[in-house]
């Protein structure tokens, strides 16, 4: 029962390069997010799929551009780093949208030099 | 104002005390409330979930909602050593096509 899997667990950028974080689910979850965490500001949503085939923009997705590939899987891409997107990001995965609660994931820890 | 405010602590408790988190809200709309407990270096785990107002116990947690106040709370009874983590409260309106709003957590430590 792996639950919502995220790829890498540790990154480290240099300004201006590109990455793809990966999550994946295998609870057959509808609705997938993709979220950061930073000291003092909490989880701030980037991006949501509420349903395979959709998505849309969170609290802060300026720098974050995102993929619904399947119904599994849910990617987060920074197509050009900066400092300010060090954060920890989590994906996080729920079945009746939100209201069911999220099961997330282990995070993955990103530093942008 | 933001939509859920959480006093982010840190709480430091001695073991065996009762412990109580809360968070207020200002959107009428929210319905569905949960707490998330978080270990350091861990993701969020949800804790307890409520429906609308009242009460839900689960051992030693119980979870109140008062929607008329706009305010929600856990308590934690005979706090343990383990119970020392981040924690979340989290609500949504529960219309299709929303995401869960969460407060910022507090940051509790109970010592043995």
């Known amino acids: 029962n792996a639950g919502v899997t995220q790829t890498p667990k540790f990154q480290v950028l240099k300004t201006g390069q590109s990455m793809t974080l990966q999550c994946a689910q295998d609870?057959?979850?509808?609705?997938m997010y993709w979220y950061r965490q930073d000291p003092g500001m909490g989880l701030r949503l980037i991006y949501y799929s509420a349903s395979e085939g959709t998505t849309d923009k969170g609290e802060v997705p300026n720098g974050y551009n995102v993929s619904r590939l399947n119904k599994r899987e849910f990617s987060l891409r920074l197509e050009s780093a900066a400092p300010s997107q060090t954060s920890v990001y989590f994906c996080a995965s729920s079945h009746l949208g939100g209201a069911g609660g999220y099961t997330f994931g282990s995070g993955t820890r990103l530093t942008v030099v | 104002q933001k939509e859920v405010e959480q006093d982010p602590g840190p709480l430091s408790v001695p073991e065996g005390a009762i412990v109580s988190l809360n968070c207020t809200y200002s959107n009428s709309a929210f319905q569905y409330f949960m707490w998330y407990r978080q270990y350091s270096r861990k993701g969020p785990e949800l804790l307890m979930y409520?429906?609308?107002?009242g009460n839900k116990e689960d051992g030693r947690f119980t979870a109140q909602v008062d929607k008329s106040s706009k305010y929600i709370s856990l308590f934690i009874r005979d706090s343990q050593p383990s119970d020392s983590a981040t924690y979340l409260c989290a609500m949504i309106d529960g219309q299709a096509g929303t995401a869960l709003i969460f407060g910022k957590g507090t940051t509790l430590s109970v010592s043995s």
């Open positions: 609870m057959n979850h509808n609705s």
């Open positions: 409520t429906y609308s107002s």
